[in-house]
């Protein structure tokens, strides 16, 4: 299949390079980096002038949720020019991606209400969903969840803690999973809540991560220095806060999850690392006695980590495709949640054998590569195979829904 852009597609991928260049401008840059944790900049992430200006322009050219319908506040475009889109703020930091926010499970599984409420105003930027989905003692294993929703009267009554809560400190709402049935196996009896942050009884506390001190460069892949835990005191929220039916919220979740795989920003988690030593070693070639760039050995092993990425982009091309063609989607995406995550640490890793001691010094450090980009990559390399679900478990929904595979017998 050929997966080569139309001319229009290249046009517009032109446009967007010319903005950047014009628009994002040193005093920009200044206030991302002032405010730096670590990811991807989001319009609710800096509340600064010449960010928010910056910004505005994005959304007022219709950059920002094309492929959503127009009466929802998208450009009823085609999911590949927002991919192309996406892709190319991404690498200057920029997320306008709307996945992860909710917004897909919201299109599939919201009601009309909701999706008229919640999706224009998450292309926007005025609404950012944290994800409410993991707890201290369930690790990967996400139908264990304790956090319960008990309904009374017209209301649910919720109680219980999160962990790994990012971007709860700068979120308007939570996309949160409960417990809301016991009393029927695991995968059943769950539900997902859309709820406002500032809703009483919800409490946030700072987890720092391994990236905190020293803070990592710009463009570090999972670089949060922050996440969060969260935790639910009484939290009384309005049964119209129910996102899809009740207690079955595990179906709606793990929609979700597979549709928020699809985009450019999860193809260049895996791949950007490949760009940035293929351009650093570009740069070696008049260093002197060692030069990267004319060791055989390690152009040997940056071409065939860039031959992992090309299929961590054809199986994001192939997700797409299916998608925009109204095509079951079923494990493509937890396929491509495997292969793109360990592609990214085997990378890091040969990164690390390449560059040496060197290539060890955080930022901050006198003679650090790249302010220390690769040594913070490699500090983060590892959490890509737990977010959004484990390799492991992501596997298993491969073998079963993609193979058709049988569950093994236990006991």
Not at 64 to 77: A, D
Not at 170 to 197: C, Q
Not at 226 to 248: A, C, I, Q, W
Request: hydrophobic letters at 35%; charged letters at 25%.
């Amino acid at each position: 299949m050929n997966f080569a852009y139309t001319p229009e597609q290249e046009a517009l991928r032109q446009q967007v390079r010319d903005f950047i260049a014009k628009e994002f401008t040193p005093a920009v840059y200044a206030e991302m980096e002032e405010h730096n944790e670590g990811r991807p900049y989001h319009r609710t992430a800096i509340d600064t002038p010449h960010f928010s200006a910056f910004f505005k322009k994005i959304a007022d050219r219709g950059w920002v949720g094309i492929s959503y319908p127009k009466e929802y506040g998208g450009q009823g475009g085609d999911r590949i020019s927002q991919y192309i889109v996406e892709e190319e703020f991404y690498r200057i930091n920029i997320s306008i991606s709307l996945g992860g926010s909710g917004a897909p499970a919201i299109m599939a599984a919201g009601t009309e209400e909701q999706k008229r409420h919640f999706i224009p105003q998450l292309i926007t930027g005025e609404i950012m969903f944290a994800q409410g989905f993991t707890e201290p003692r369930g690790g990967a294993d996400l139908a264990s969840l304790q956090c319960r929703a008990i309904r009374e009267g017209d209301e649910y009554v919720i109680n219980g803690q999160k962990i790994y809560t990012s971007n709860a400190e700068s979120a308007t709402h939570i996309y949160l999973m409960a417990r809301t049935n016991r009393d029927v196996p695991k995968h059943e009896g769950i539900s997902i809540f859309l709820i406002p942050m500032n809703t009483p009884g919800i409490t946030i506390r700072p987890l720092w991560t391994i990236q905190n001190n020293p803070r990592p460069p710009q463009t570090t892949t999972y670089g949060h220095a922050r996440t969060n835990e969260t935790y639910y005191d009484n939290v009384r929220v309005h049964k119209s806060t129910l996102l899809g039916e009740e207690n079955k919220g595990w179906r709606v979740g793990s929609m979700g999850l597979n549709l928020d795989r699809v985009g450019a920003a999860r193809y260049l988690i895996s791949v950007r690392r490949d760009e940035d030593i293929v351009n650093y070693v570009k740069s070696t070639r008049d260093m002197g006695d060692y030069c990267p760039a004319n060791d055989e050995a390690i152009r040997d092993k940056i071409a065939e980590l860039w031959t992992e990425a090309q299929v961590c982009r054809l199986m994001t091309m192939r997700s797409m495709s299916i998608v925009e063609r109204g095509g079951k989607f079923t494990y493509e995406g937890s396929a491509e949640k495997v292969w793109s995550p360990e592609h990214g640490v085997r990378t890091t890793e040969a990164i690390t054998q390449m560059l040496g001691s060197y290539g060890q010094l955080l930022n901050g450090s006198k003679h650090a590569v790249r302010s220390g980009l690769f040594a913070h990559n490699v500090m983060g390399a590892f959490q890509s195979g737990i977010n959004h679900g484990s390799v492991q478990v992501m596997r298993d929904q491969v073998a079963r829904r993609g193979l058709e595979m049988p569950r093994a017998r236990r006991g």
